[in-house]
């Protein structure tokens, strides 16, 4: 587990909650530039299946990541609650593509415990932790292991 997950008891960590699916998930929100509304995203021909494309925010591209399409599971069209979080991630801006962005929450450090192998039918290779809320489990993702250095240095080029 990461140092976010590590602190003292009283730690109160602070996360951008978002579903994908029927799954609540969570980010710390320092590692959250911005949350945006879906826009035309372009397509990149030989891009891993994962990657929709990029879009041009403020004069910068930015690859744009289905995190449908990388945990495996079935894709859906965009609506009305899909939602673009950017990050940055290992020195690169990346988008990542929500169906749904749902609050900001602070929960105790303490309510994390280290991810079960499977959650979800989701690697628990992605998975930092599951907080665990009164009335319900929230998953925390480790962006680090999101994309391996060879996605990464795709992405880039």
């Known amino acids: 587990m990461n140092d976010a997950l590590t602190r003292s008891d009283d730690a109160l960590l602070q996360l951008v909650t978002f579903k994908i699916a029927d799954e609540e998930f969570g980010l710390d929100i320092l590692k959250v530039q911005e949350i945006i509304r879906t826009m035309e995203i372009t ?67 303490n309510t994390v415990e280290a991810p079960p192998a499977i959650v979800s039918g989701i690697d628990s290779e992605y998975i930092n932790g599951v907080g665990k809320l009164v009335d319900r489990l929230l998953i925390l993702l480790d962006l680090n292991k999101l994309l391996t250095a060879e996605e990464r240095m795709s992405m880039a080029a």
């Open 43 to 109: 397509k990149v021909p030989r891009s891993p299946e994962f990657v929709e494309g990029v879009i041009n925010l403020r004069g910068k591209v930015i690859p744009i990541i289905d995190l449908r399409k990388r945990f495996g599971l079935e894709s859906k069209s965009h609506d009305r609650q899909t939602r673009i979080i950017v990050i940055e991630l290992h020195a690169m801006i990346v988008g990542f593509v929500v169906d749904s962005v749902s609050e900001v929450l602070r929960i105790p450090a």
